[in-house]
């Protein structure tokens, strides 16, 4: 995808399995929105492999919705293609 203004991206946020539920993807995922409003992007994106539908479900408690799914020919797997509105300060 070619990189645009207006649009944030957030790619390979992860949180290893020994620390997940203490709220660091939260913290993480809070921390990037909040530096994504302040660049003035419009949106934030972020791609989620289909199957993996607890995170997608994370993502939407977070305010990302699905926009589509699309099918990559270098990836063994379907992507969930999400994103989220930002605030303007």
């Known amino acids: 995808m070619a990189s645009r203004p207006e649009v944030c991206y957030i790619g390979r946020l992860s949180v290893l399995p020994d620390c997940q539920g203490k709220g660091l993807g939260h913290e ?3 921390f990037a929105i909040n530096e994504a409003i302040k660049t ?3 949106y934030i994106s972020l791609g989620v492999i289909a ?3 607890r995170l997608i479900e994370w993502y939407g408690r977070m305010g990302f919705e699905v926009s589509r799914q699309i099918k990559f020919e270098h990836f063994p797997f379907d992507v969930v293609l999400m994103r989220r509105e930002l605030e303007k300060k």
């Open 51 to 53: 199957d993996e539908t």
């Open 40 to 42: 003035g992007a419009d």
């Open 28 to 30: 993480l995922l809070t």
